[in-house]
């Protein structure tokens, strides 16, 4: 498959999975978390999806395009590993949705990051959110659903935010 293929699946992918996992939230409250704004793609998609969602972009350097940028209090700048540790004051509610688009071409780097957001994203999501990633995630508390109809495995990974268990005590 040439470059050119595989990115437009790739991108495909992306989309089909946005919509799927932005479909399943309609009667979940909380904010969306976007991480990656690059060119602002994916946050305008998930804007355009979820009109009425308050979306949290993070972002070590803007670089989109200039219609694509979150307003001041919900772009959250510098490195992920640092801002998302103190973001649960800023969140009114826990998050529906999360979408990652952290990786870069550094294959190594991309592991070690999706390996740390396994485990600081959970805390951040309600029971029942869903998280869509460019990278697999490893979580005990995230249920690895397949994409939807149509789209490889593998080429973007869906979860599903496992609900906590009612005591019987
Ligand atoms: C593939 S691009 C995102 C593309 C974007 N979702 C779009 O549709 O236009 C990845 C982005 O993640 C950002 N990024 C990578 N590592 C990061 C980190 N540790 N903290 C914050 N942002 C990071 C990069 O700066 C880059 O803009």
Redesign the pocket.
Same mark, same amino acid.
């Given at each position: 498959m040439s470059r050119l293929d595989s990115f437009i699946r790739r991108l495909e992918a992306q989309r089909a999975c946005l919509e799927y996992a932005a479909g399943q939230i309609r009667d979940l409250p909380g904010p969306v978390l976007e991480?990656?704004? &690059?060119?602002? @793609?994916?946050?305008d998609h998930l804007r355009e999806l979820l009109p009425e969602r308050e979306i949290f972009v993070?972002?070590?350097?803007v670089?989109?395009h200039p219609d694509c940028i979150p307003d001041p209090a919900h772009l959250i700048l &510098?490195?992920? @590993?640092a801002t998302l540790p103190r973001i649960r004051l800023r969140l009114r509610s826990l998050a529906a949705l999360a979408h990652l688009?952290?990786?870069?071409g550094d294959a190594a780097r991309n592991a070690e990051?999706a390996a740390w957001l396994s485990d600081a994203l959970p805390p951040l999501l309600a029971a029942g959110a869903w998280v869509a990633s460019d990278q697999r995630l490893r979580a005990p508390a995230l249920a690895e659903h397949p994409p939807p109809a149509g789209i490889a495995h593998e080429r973007y990974f869906l979860y599903h935010h496992r609900v906590k268990q009612q005591s019987c005590d």
């Open positions: 991480f990656g704004l &690059g060119n602002g @793609r994916t946050y993070f972002e070590r350097a670089n989109a &510098g490195d992920v @590993r688009d952290v990786g870069t990051l």
